[in-house]
Nanobody
Framework: QVQLVESGGGLVQPGGSLRLTCAAS????????MGWYRQAPGKQRELVAH???????NYADSVKGRFTISRDNAKNTVYLQMNSLKPEDTAVYYC??????????????WGQGTQVTVSS
């Protein structure tokens, strides 16, 4: 069994910063990709950023230059540093991991989500 636990969400003023953390635990053999998605009210869930085990990153155009994703492979943890936050960044942010629980089984897992609200 695998769990992804997010933390770090909250209320912040426009222009402010937040850091999200997601720790994966459980029966983990290896993790290939870890990432963050978000879903605003009335909208579809969208990719924010992801990072593969070797360190290559990918960002949504809307967050490039403002958000930074990083990863601690030894701790099975992924971070999302969010700077220059805008009201349109308001959403529930979900952690996602593409991982193996054994050498032969690969699955995709989601965290429970953490609310980020950008408002004055």
């Amino acid at each position: 069994q695998v769990q992804l636990v997010e933390s770090g969400g909250g209320l912040v003023q426009p222009g402010g910063s937040l850091r999200l953390t997601c720790a994966a635990s459980g029966n983990i053999f290896s993790i290939y990709v870890m990432g963050w998605y978000r879903q605003a009210p009335g909208k579809q869930r969208e990719l924010v950023a992801h990072i593969i085990s070797a360190g290559t990153t990918n960002y949504a155009d809307s967050v490039k230059g403002r958000f930074t994703i990083s990863r601690d492979n030894a701790k099975n943890t992924v971070y999302l540093q969010m700077n220059s936050l805008k009201p349109e960044d308001t959403a529930v942010y979900y952690c996602n991991a593409d991982l193996r629980t054994t050498m032969f089984r690969r699955d995709n897992y989601w965290g429970q989500g953490t609310q980020v609200t950008v408002s004055s």
